[in-house]
């Protein structure tokens, strides 16, 4: 298991909104949607520039560069938002964060999420 590391009280993140830290040399940005918190890397993925003063809607992200957008849950990209073309990488590394006594607590060790299928399944002609 990750350690955890204490970071802020939850009142220091506003609610449904979002603050920058820098914790053991990782840039990490978190965002408050009611008492939920989430962690996700503070660069996007593709150039590598700070998602930080993007626009955050509760379910995403909205990097203020070009305008792609991250789940904050999984870090994946929404490719229906995203028109530019492709990306180094699909996705956004997410860590544990966890709530406890008004303090948030982020383990520095990234999330890995199960890929999802890039089509849709479509169904087979039955023999
Ligand atoms: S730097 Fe984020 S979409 Fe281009």
Request: glycine letters at 8%.
């Amino acid at each position: 298991m990750t350690a955890m590391r204490d970071v802020c009280a939850l009142d220091d993140i506003p609610r449904d909104g979002k603050k920058a830290f820098k914790i053991e040399g990782k840039r990490i940005l978190l965002m408050r949607k009611a008492d939920e918190v989430f962690a996700l890397e503070n660069r996007c993925a593709h150039l590598n520039l700070p998602l930080s003063p993007g626009k955050f809607d509760g379910d995403f992200i909205v990097c203020p560069f070009h305008r792609a957008r991250f789940c904050v849950r999984t870090g994946k990209l929404d490719r229906k938002a995203f028109l530019l073309g492709r990306l180094g990488k699909e996705c956004v590394p997410t860590f544990p964060v966890s709530v406890t006594d008004g303090r948030v607590q982020v383990g520095l060790e990234p999330v890995s999420h199960p890929a999802q299928p890039e089509t849709p399944q479509t169904d087979q002609p039955s023999a």
